[in-house]
């Protein structure tokens, strides 16, 4: 009987202990395969020339207002380039190399880089040296440099090195040293730079220049050394001596093996969520490059911004702000794998929400270099984002804290904005202008805005003369969605108004927006007489609001999916490539591909059952698309339709954001 017993006991834990060695070599197995999809998936190599040179990409995370690159050259340079500094003039480069390690009677012979979303590493070779350095950030103040030093040869090497640099001309900085400790201030900013590197270096300096003593070790055969250096850029809101006292208590590998985790864990969110027709390794990579750029372009809470979000793009010097439609998008991109940095971005635009309900178009950090702008508010997709957010975590109390906030910007266009009190709204401006009217449909210069007039409503408040189906479309589904969150919190006589109210609203957008002769939808003149006529991207948002009928629906899908029109090498551009306006390349509005737009017709199809034809024109429009898939090259601002050439801004916020949408399971 013991005999037996034992037997089962020894098989059991046999049996226990096979499954839990294959379970964690599952785990060690799907770890490394999901940040591995992003390894080098963008190209950082680039060593400035002066301290605005945008000519190449930057890596950042935590929110860090700066972010570094790799050298293009090893002719120079021994260290990361940079850092960028976003801390002031819209982006500046402090230094080509502000660590620049000097080895002396060294040559490097080859320089290899390998980046992942989680942080930098680069090695250098010489015939007896090898030089490994890795740089991660540990919080949005700072990021932290380890760099290992060993022997490759076959006697010991008496090796004497020293750290130097020169600044870049850069604009008000100024460097002061205190044993091994730098101080960089700046005239041009209240962000203060602190590097710290090992006691046994010690730092003299000129306002523009440093250089240290020389270290002088040996190295044995295969021997190595190791140090580490931390840089921190730090506002004045933010104490130094809390982070130097972080950074004291802190490891470097620590660090990195948690950051690590934490961007397998979100990178996993993603990949593991993707549709299933989307299966493919290009799926996955193409899914840590939009996490990477919404990543670089996250910025902490700083000046006059009090919560975190992202820029639209750190690249173009005047995109470094935060924009209230650009936000909703990335807020739902953001969800399927941060959803706490998700409601932060909702919540800071609505740090500017006036007590009408309006919501700020765009506000910076510095308002000495841009102000903020009240001139125009953007599409109202906030309820949308929010509804979203929610699905992902179930937060109630983020549905709580942003209702009323919601609720009164849903209210602010019926009173503001819909100047014969029908109950279709228009675009308008705070201000009378007719350009910011404009720019509150999110779609500047687009053509049916072409021979547009302002209208007064009330002090403060105009409007175009023109009711947008856009922008009806997109207050029908704030309507739905706001019920929802309504039920959700019990407000049960809200829940019932706005249902009412979205029925009679999609009524109208079927009736008024929709000319029968053409299958399309357009905006109209005040009465809803006459057609604005020109088919643009916003032709579809009825479908993607599921304001349109199933007839409607199959008459814009089939406009959608002809060559001529719409369904380009690049799909669902923001007008129809037939059109005699249709101008890509100077439009902006008028042809190129922006890819909210896109993401919008693909969900349109998909909700009128459309599927086969969203499959197919979602792996167009990412294949079509240059540089989208694939690695090294940014995601862009927008698309030329018929080439596939990347346009304007690179590393895209909202791109990225849509084309985590376009790949995930709602």
């Known amino acids: 009987m013991m005999n037996k017993r034992s037997t089962y006991i020894a098989l059991f834990l046999l049996v226990f202990f096979f499954c839990c060695t294959k379970s964690n070599k599952t785990n060690k197995i799907q770890q490394k395969d999901y940040l591995n999809f992003s390894k080098n998936i963008l190209n950082y190599q ?29 002719s120079e340079i021994t260290g990361f380039s940079g850092p960028f500094l976003m801390t002031q003039q819209n982006g500046i480069w402090s ?5 620049n390690l000097v080895i002396e009677d060294n040559n490097w012979k080859t320089h290899t880089t390998n980046s ?36 490759n040869s076959k006697s010991s090497q008496n090796i004497s090195y020293h750290f130097e640099n020169e600044l870049l001309t850069a604009d008000g900085l100024s460097l002061s040293t205190n044993k091994n400790q730098l101080t960089i201030a700046s005239s041009k900013t ?22 240290s003593n020389k270290v002088s070790i040996l190295l044995k055969p295969n021997e190595t050394t190791e140090f580490t250096i931390s840089q921190t850029f730090i506002f004045k809101e933010y104490s130094w001596t809390d982070e130097l006292k972080s950074l004291q208590d802190s490891n470097f590998q620590t660090i990195l093996e948690k950051r690590k985790a934490e961007k397998n864990k979100e990178l996993e969110s993603l990949i593991e969520n993707r549709k299933e027709q989307f299966s493919e390794d290009i799926y996955a990579e193409v899914l840590t490059k939009a996490h990477l750029t919404l990543q670089n372009n996250w910025r902490i809470a700083a000046g006059e911004v009090k919560q975190e979000g992202l820029f639209p793009s750190y690249h173009y010097k005047w ?36 007590e009408d309900g309006f919501v700020v178009d765009c506000v910076y950090r510095d308002t000495l270099i841009e102000k903020h702008n009240y001139r125009d508010t953007k599409p109202p997709l906030s309820v949308w984002a929010v509804a979203k957010i929610y699905e992902k975590d179930t937060d109630i ?80 589904a704030e309507k739905i969605f706001l019920a929802k969150l309504a039920t959700v919190l019990e407000k049960n006589e809200d829940a019932e108004k706005l249902t009412k109210e979205a029925d009679i609203l999609k009524a109208k957008i079927q009736t008024q927006f929709y000319d029968v002769n053409d299958g399309w939808f357009y905006d109209t003149s005040l009465d809803g007489k006459t057609f604005i006529k020109g088919e643009g991207s916003e032709g579809w948002t009825a479908l993607w609001a599921n304001a349109a009928t199933q007839e409607q629906a199959e008459a814009v899908k089939n ?9 380009t090498k690049v799909p669902f551009q923001t007008m129809s490539a037939d059109h005699e306006k249709f101008n890509p390349l100077n439009g902006y509005w008028r042809g190129p591909n922006w890819l909210d737009q896109a993401y919008f017709g693909v969900e349109s199809l998909r909700n009128y059952g459309f599927n086969e034809a969203a499959n197919k024109a979602t792996i167009q429009i990412l294949k079509g698309a240059e540089g989208i898939l694939g690695k090294g090259k940014s995601i862009r601002e927008n698309y030329h339709p018929l080439t596939g050439k990347g346009l304007n801004a690179e590393n895209f916020s909202w791109s990225a954001a849509h084309i985590i949408m376009l790949l995930q399971k709602n």
Request: net charge neutral; aromatic share 16%; hydrophobic share 35%.
């Open 46 to 74: 680039i060593t400035p020339k002066n301290k605005f040179d945008k000519s190449g990409l930057m890596f950042s995370d935590q929110g860090a207002w700066f972010g570094y690159s790799f050298p293009d050259s090893i």
């Open 95 to 99: 230094s080509a190399s502000l660590t």
């Open 116 to 151: 992942y979303n989680s942080h930098l590493e680069q090695t250098f070779l010489s015939d007896n040296l090898e030089l490994k350095q890795e740089l991660v950030f540990s919080s949005g103040h700072t990021a932290i440099i380890k760099s290992t030093l060993k022997n």
């Open 190 to 211: 209240d962000a203060v730079g602190h590097i710290i590197f090992p006691k046994k270096v010690q730092l003299k300096s000129t306002d523009s220049t440093y250089n």
């Open 319 to 354: 995109f470094n702000g935060f924009w209230s439609w650009d936000s909703w998008k990335h807020a739902v991109g953001l969800s399927f794998h941060n959803t706490n940095l998700a409601k932060k971005q909702m919540k800071l635009m609505f740090e500017f929400q006036n």
């Open 397 to 476: 109390e983020f549905v709580k804290y942003m209702y009323p906030k919601l609720k009164l910007y849903h209210e602010f266009w019926y009173k503001k904005r819909d100047h014969d009190k029908d109950g279709l709204c228009e675009y308008g401006s705070t201000d009378g202008t007719l350009i910011a009217a404009k720019w509150e449909s999110g779609m500047d210069n687009a053509i049916r805005f072409d021979d547009s007039k302002i209208l007064k409503n009330s002090e403060g408040a105009y409007s175009l003369d023109q009711e947008s189906v856009d922008l009806n479309a997109y207050l029908y």
């Open 559 to 567: 406009k959608m999916m002809n060559p001529t029109k719409f369904y």
